[in-house]
T-cell receptor, first 109, second 112 residues
Framework: DVKVTQSSRYLVKRTGEKVFLECVQDMDHENMFWYRQDPGLGLRLIYFSYDVKMKEKGDIPEGYSVSREKKERFSLILESASTNQTSMYLC????????FGSGTRLTVV | AQKITQTQPGMFVQEKEAVTLDCTYD???????LFWYKQPSSGEMIFLIYQGSYDQQNATEGRYSLNFQKARKSANLVISASQLGDSAMYFC?????????FGAGTQVVVTP
């Protein structure tokens, strides 16, 4: 089975901190994605990547950046965390179908 | 840009009854895929069913079927014989231009 692992299940950070959310997949998938999930809004695509060192903006990239130095790892970076970035963050990878990580619930205080 | 609309924020359904979850979409991609995922309270995203835009037959997976009406850009999920374990959030998504995007979801509560 494809496994997508998000390093933290829960995170609490302070406003202004730089935050790294890590996602690792173990099946050599080309494509990886970051979403945030908020009640009433569903999952919204932040960034995605088709290959190492490649990245594309999704629907809500403002306030976020990403890094993909190795094929298996896709990192989401909050350069200066703000309270409106408190959310559930989900990572996914795809080849033939999509597999999701279990999510990171980030609280910014 | 693609847009996915799920008009039912929440619904109650009685155990053993069938339920239809609505989904409409809009995309300019001539070749796309339609997905349904289930998210129980644990938060995991569970794949339910997939329909390709060129598939002639409606997709079925066990108790799940997808009522695909391409001209209307509609991809409704039908769950037959609901079970208590079907209580969850359900998301419709379209995979077009290489990315999967979702609607706002429908919360389903199955009652005994």
């Amino acid at each position: 089975d494809v496994k997508v692992t998000q390093s933290s299940r829960y995170l609490v950070k302070r406003t202004g901190e730089k935050v790294f959310l890590e996602c690792v997949q173990d099946m050599d998938h080309e494509n990886m994605f970051w979403y945030r999930q908020d009640p009433g809004l569903g999952l919204r695509l932040i960034y995605f990547s088709y290959d190492v060192k490649m990245k594309e903006k999704g629907d809500i990239p403002e306030g976020y950046s990403v890094s993909r130095e190795k094929k298996e790892r896709f990192s989401l970076i909050l350069e200066s965390a703000s309270t409106n970035q408190t959310s559930m963050y989900l990572c996914a990878s795809s080849s033939n179908g999509y597999t999701f990580g279990s999510g990171t619930r980030l609280t910014v205080v | 840009a693609q847009k996915i609309t799920q008009t039912q924020p929440g619904m109650f359904v009685q155990e053993k009854e069938a339920v239809t979850l609505d989904c409409t979409y809009d995309t300019s991609d001539p070749s796309y895929g339609l997905f349904w995922y289930k998210q129980p309270s644990s938060g995991e995203m569970i794949f339910l069913i997939y329909q390709g835009s060129y598939d002639q037959q409606n997709a079925t997976e066990g108790r799940y079927s997808l009522n695909f009406q391409k001209a209307r850009k509609s991809a409704n999920l039908v769950i037959s014989a609901s079970q208590l374990g079907d209580s969850a959030m359900y998301f419709c998504g379209t995979d077009s231009w290489g990315k999967l995007q979702f609607g706002a979801g429908t919360q389903v509560v199955v009652t005994p």
